[in-house]
């Protein structure tokens, strides 16, 4: 074989070469544009289930969707309340509930201003029984409570206290009240075996001085749900 022979099989292997690259990075883009459009649709989809009512193909969709966005904080969340709202139900499976907890704990933290959110993990890392974590995070949500008092929350959002699922127009600020807080503050401490803790943050609440051993005379008086159970 001559040197222009071989010369030209050069160029044709690089010819070659070339096309398959470009082939390759053109079939990357086409996949990657055709699969956002695909996850648009499902996300598009999953809302529009959840406003129909049909929660459980919602919640399906949302799945789908969050398969190929993981990052998207947003869907994550309300993928989260959905599933959480399921594993409310009496039918709900320990696997259910076990998932619930892995959705919301993957919410949360893709989510760490969603105070209603974090409230949630909390009740329910003291279901599951990791009551040192349920009181770190409630730890976290008393003190960004205590410095923005005026918190804002999604409007769509509802919570209702003592691990319940509130109704529709469940005030918020109701659900992020810092004695409520701290009656789950009471609750996690108790399980941890810290029972001076325990004793202190209800003392607080009801209005009792735990050095003197009698109530606080001029105490604002309350009498919300978290004082009775702080009082029990």
């Known amino acids: 074989m001559n040197r222009s022979a071989k010369r030209l099989d050069v160029r044709v292997l690089i010819a070659v070469l070339a096309i398959a ?139 209702a206290p003592a691990g319940t699922v509130a109704p529709a127009g469940t005030d918020a600020r109701a659900a992020l009240d810092l004695d409520a807080i701290d009656t789950l503050r009471i609750r996690a401490f108790a399980g941890s075996g810290k029972f001076e803790e325990a004793a202190a943050a209800a003392a607080a609440i009801i209005g009792f001085d735990m050095e003197s051993k009698a109530f606080i005379a001029d105490a604002e008086p309350k009498t919300s749900a978290s004082v009775r159970e702080a009082s029990v």
Not at 31 to 39: E, L
Not at 56 to 75: I, V, W
Not at 123 to 129: A, D, K, S, V
């Open 21 to 159: 690259a470009t082939t390759l990075v053109t079939v990357a883009l086409v996949h990657r544009f055709q699969v956002r459009r695909n996850a648009g649709a499902l996300v598009r989809m999953a809302r529009s289930k959840q406003q129909e009512g049909n929660s459980t193909e919602a919640m399906g969709l949302f799945s789908r969707y969050l398969a190929y966005k993981p990052d998207d904080a947003e869907a994550q969340a309300e993928f989260a309340r959905l599933m959480i709202e399921f594993a409310e139900r009496p039918t709900a499976t320990k696997d259910d509930r076990g998932y619930a907890y892995s959705v919301l704990e993957t919410a949360v933290r893709k989510n760490p201003d969603d105070l209603l959110l974090r409230r949630r993990l909390a009740e329910w890392m003291i279901r599951f029984g990791r009551f040192g974590d349920a009181s770190q995070e409630l730890t976290v949500l008393r003190e960004r409570i205590a410095a923005a008092p005026a918190v804002t929350v999604a409007p769509a959002v509802t919570v």
